[in-house]
């Protein structure tokens, strides 16, 4: 019996008679063919079909039933712990504003309270690591400063976690991210939010506050990690960073570290005078600056947040939009991702789990797509329901 079915209703086991079109040159589809594998089926979505002829004599599976309307969907694990991170960011940006306002009025630090805002940004990290790092990312240039400082806690975290430190190293390098910038509090404000490029004598104004953060750390009895972290985290791996020059192994691990996720999460921050770069875009050009960073610390960096981090939107050649929802096991440039918008049709399409790094994936990332331009889709909805 010879039966019409739209390609959704296509599964494995059911035997393709007719598919009355000619224009596809993939040799694992055609006419007169048993469907043995879901990816032969997305290979057909991919190609446009929506309509085909099955067999069910021959078939070893028959179109499902129509099923009663779905439930509405779940919020997954990445889209309850975005909510709780957007918490963690919102509760922790007053406790670090009043710290640098305490600094600028050249009050003592009191570094009591900030242990409790590492451990919930490191538990946030526990319970889903690209969460918290996905909220960082959207910072508005109004919170820059202190957003940026929690910012970067959470990539120290997940660096240190990469190479292996132990807890309480995780939680110095944790809170050695958050102080790092302190001394900024004692730049003056129109330097700090100027729109435009610092003039030379700005500029070195600004090139102080390593130093001043340093200052205010010894002052309040912080431990010389975290001096350290604050005086050399603009050192450069060749020596020609500030403010000390510093080269390679004279750098501590930690100050190493903090120089990476400090420029990864300016070069993807929006300030006021640039739109900030997407993941790709940051991580493609800080491997091509020679002599900034420790190679090895930043190839760890990377494949520790992932050239398209999950949660991120990318475009595929097949003319889709898709959500990264897992990192690539063999590539990083290969990640598993749910396409769920034509950029042919301009339409939603049924959300689709495409492995790109499957050796059967015809499909590949063409490109970043701008989150912002995204904010409307039901991206929650897009993670659940793929298959």
């Not at 709780?84 to 009025?105: D, H, S, W, Y």
């Not at 435009?196 to 200052?215: I, N, T, W, Y």
């Not at 100050?255 to 993941?279: E, Q």
Request: proline share 4%; glycine share 6%.
């Amino acid at each position: 019996m010879i039966k019409q079915i739209t390609v959704d209703e296509l599964r494995p086991g059911m035997f393709i008679h007719k598919l009355e079109v000619w224009w596809i040159k993939d040799k694992r589809i055609r006419n007169q063919m048993l469907v043995t594998d879901p990816r032969q089926i997305a290979i057909l979505r991919n190609e446009g079909i929506q309509r085909l002829w099955i067999d069910l004599n021959r078939s070893v599976q028959a179109p499902a039933k129509p099923s009663a309307a779905k439930e509405p969907v779940a919020r997954t694990p990445f889209f309850q712990e975005l909510d709780q991170a957007q918490q963690i960011f919102q509760q922790g940006k007053t406790q670090v504003m009043a710290m640098f306002n305490e600094a600028r009025l050249g009050h003592r630090l009191n570094l009591a309270g900030t242990l409790d805002l590492v451990d919930e940004i490191a538990g946030s990290i526990r319970r889903e690591p690209t969460a918290l790092l996905s909220v960082a990312r959207l910072k508005n240039h109004d919170d820059y400063t202190y957003l940026h400082s929690m910012a970067v806690c959470g990539l120290m975290i997940t660096l240190g976690q990469q190479l292996g430190l132990d807890d309480k190293q995780v939680r110095r390098v944790g809170m050695g991210g958050l102080l790092h910038d302190v001394g900024k509090a004692a730049v003056p404000l129109e330097i700090l939010n100027k729109p435009g490029k610092l003039s030379d004598e700005e500029f070195e104004v600004m090139r102080q506050h390593p130093v001043v953060g340093a200052q205010m750390l010894m002052e309040a009895d912080a431990d010389a990690d975290l001096l350290d972290i604050a005086l050399h985290h603009h050192e450069k791996y060749d020596g020609s960073g500030y403010p000390h020059r510093l080269k390679e192994e004279e750098i501590s691990l930690y100050s190493r570290m903090a120089t990476v996720c400090d420029v990864y999460d300016a070069l993807t921050s929006t300030r006021v005078y640039r739109k900030g770069w997407t993941p790709a875009e940051a991580m493609h050009n800080m491997l091509n600056w020679r002599g900034h960073f420790d190679q090895q610390l930043l190839h760890i960096f990377v494949r520790a947040i992932g050239i398209y981090p999950v949660g991120s939107l990318v475009r595929l050649a097949s003319g889709r939009v898709a959500l990264v929802v897992k990192a690539g096991e063999q590539s990083l440039l290969k990640p598993v991702v749910h396409a769920f918008w034509s950029l042919h049709a301009q339409r939603e399409v049924r959300p689709e789990r495409v492995d790109l790094g499957d050796s059967f994936c015809t499909d590949s990332i063409v490109g970043a797509e701008e989150s912002a331009l995204w904010k409307n889709a039901d991206l929650n909805r897009v993670w659940a329901l793929a298959s």
